[in-house]
């Protein structure tokens, strides 16, 4: 069953960077709209970015405008999250999936700690 695949996360401190990467062995990326989304302790999931199969056109959410980049490659086969001046409200498990509908199977996620 196909399945995303996230990575990147860590620990950081306030401040910091992290790149996140999302691959999908077996899910071919080019027509789907794609969405990295987080989803805090004790909080529902959230879309955070999205980004058109083209590349050329993206969304983010208010609080993370001028900090994150969402970027694809050629290829279309890799999303990725550039994530700049973080902060603790951006700790989260952050993944990546088709949007606005979910078409495929959730990955593990990967975790994203920033402290003070």
């Known amino acids: 069953q196909v399945h995303l695949v996230e990575s990147g996360g860590g620990l950081v401190q306030a401040g910091g960077s992290l790149r996140l990467s999302c691959e999908g062995p077996g899910f071919d990326f080019t027509n789907h709209q794609m969405g990295w989304y987080r989803q805090a302790p004790g909080k529902e999931r959230e879309i955070v970015v999205t980004?058109?199969?083209?590349?050329?056109?993206?969304y983010y959410e208010d609080s993370v405008k001028g900090r994150f980049t969402v970027s694809r490659d050629r290829r279309k086969i890799r999303v990725w999250l550039q994530m700049n001046n973080l902060k603790p409200e951006d700790t989260a498990v952050y993944y990546c999936n088709t949007y606005p509908s979910i078409t495929v199977q959730w990955g593990q996620g990967t975790p994203v700690t920033v402290y003070p």
């Open positions: 980004i058109t199969p083209s590349g050329q056109s993206t």
